[in-house]
């Protein structure tokens, strides 16, 4: 059971209920972590518009390979759940992809590149070296794509966190940081 409250829609703060709705809009339910997260306005507003804006930037394969890596490196079970779910049903990453993706890495050369920069951005706590920006940008990844990655992993540790410390129930088929992909 989650150690701080999820509350039902209707009992969110008015602010966070057309936020709410329109995430249901959007996804046809109202998952745990945004009814979490909605206890407090501003969290929702500023989590929803980040997630919004980088959903028109990097591709779906890349952020949920992202959101995976990131989820299973802070044992996010909340998140793994999530992204592998969404992984699997929305962005049509394949089991053994998602394996790859938990330890790490990805079986598509850029894509490979782009989670191992984003596991080092969260290892290095930011302080990444030359190298490790000089091999995102030769697998292919603008400046501003480099920004972009750095923002996903925010925006997960984010989400990991506050599922950490919630420990949230998990509202997707369940898959556990701690079992081996």
């Known amino acids: 059971m989650s150690r701080l409250t999820i509350p039902a829609r209707e ?9 709410l709705d329109a995430v249901e809009q959007q996804l046809g339910v109202v998952p745990n972590l945004f009814r979490l997260v909605g206890t407090s306005p501003a969290a929702l507003e500023g989590y929803l518009g980040l ?28 998140c793994l759940s999530a992204h ?9 990453i394949d089991d053994s992809e998602i394996a790859l993706n938990r330890a790490g890495h990805s079986g598509d050369a850029k894509a490979d590149a782009a989670i191992v920069f984003a596991r080092q951005v969260l290892a290095a706590r930011g302080k990444v070296s030359d190298a490790d920006i000089a091999a995102v940008r ?4 603008s400046e501003a794509q480099v920004i972009e990655i750095v923002a996903s992993v925010a925006l997960n540790v984010l989400t990991n966190y506050i599922n950490n410390v919630a420990e ?8 556990l940081a701690a079992q081996a992909a």
């Not at 592998?84 to 049509?92: D, I």
């Open 11 to 19: 009992a969110a703060p008015e602010k966070s209920r057309l936020l």
């Open 51 to 78: 997630n919004g804006a980088l959903g028109r930037t990097l591709d779906a394969k890349t952020r949920e390979r992202i959101a995976i890596a990131i989820a299973q490196a802070n044992g996010c079970d909340y």
């Open 168 to 175: 949230t129930d998990i509202d997707f088929p369940v898959v």
């Open 84 to 92: 592998t779910y969404l992984g699997l049903n929305l962005a049509r």
């Open 138 to 141: 030769l697998a292919g990844f």
